[in-house]
């Protein structure tokens, strides 16, 4: 079965720091990559996706993952945070060795950016 | 286009009682996934249908049931409500099978029971 942890539960910075939310998942086969955000009274959006190609993903807002396969990682980044991203970040996996779409999510990150 | 859509908003029932929560798929889409996200936790996946078939189930007991219709739209019908079924519900719906893996959320249906 499929898993993925998020190792940072609350994270707290101010405006302008560097961000990264740690992510990894467990499953032997090949896997499409997600991160989604979640704001505060807002439904799940994507950030951005992997599926195949160059690990190093770019997805909306400035945001950026890198899927490293040997570590089973996918660890989203953004070098300059804003007030506006104070939100609830999960990290999803599905499998690409199934016709299913059903994702496995991380329990998530609580991102709060202060101005 | 028309994004996912889910009602109601927000619901409340009693212990031992049944609810049913709708779900209108993005235009196109005709893969519907249901998931219970519960207070500070990951959505957790209940099942999907796939032209109007049950295509997968998560570790949720029988009394969680789904429907999808002609339309696509969908339905999860939950009986015989427990306390630790308060949640947020959300409905996420995908491309054809063969063309995308991504999925896209709706709002949620927040169930609170009491």
């Known amino acids: 079965a499929q898993s993925v942890s998020q190792h940072n539960h609350h994270v707290i910075l101010s405006e302008a720091a560097s961000l990264e939310l740690g992510c990894n998942y467990s499953y032997g086969g090949t896997v499409n990559l997600f991160w989604y955000v979640q704001y505060p009274g807002q439904h799940l959006q994507l950030l951005l996706k992997y599926f195949s190609g160059d690990p190093l993903v770019k997805g909306i807002k400035g945001f950026e993952a890198e899927f490293i396969k040997s570590k089973f990682s996918f660890n989203l980044r953004k070098p300059s945070v804003q007030w506006s991203d104070t939100a609830e970040y999960f990290c999803a996996v599905n499998s690409r060795d199934t016709g299913r779409r059903a994702l496995t999510f991380g329990s998530g990150t609580r991102l709060q950016v202060q101005p | 286009e028309t994004g996912v859509t889910q009602s109601p908003t927000h619901l409340i029932k009693t212990r031992g009682q049944q609810v049913t929560l709708r779900c209108s798929s993005q235009?196109?889409?005709?893969?519907v996934s249901w998931y219970q996200q519960a207070l500070g936790q990951g959505p957790q996946f209940i099942f999907q249908?796939?032209?109007?078939?049950?295509?997968g189930r998560g570790n949720f007991p029988p009394r969680f049931s789904g429907l999808q219709f002609p339309n696509y739209s969908s339905e999860l019908n939950v009986n015989a409500l427990e306390l630790d079924d308060s949640a947020l519900y959300l409905c996420?719906?995908?491309?054809?099978?063969?063309?995308?893996?991504?999925?896209?959320f709706g709002p949620g249906t927040r169930l609170t029971v009491t």
């Open positions: 996420a719906s995908s491309l054809p099978l063969a063309d995308s893996y991504e999925q896209y």
């Open positions: 235009s196109g889409h005709n893969t």
């Open positions: 249908y796939y032209r109007e078939e049950e295509n």
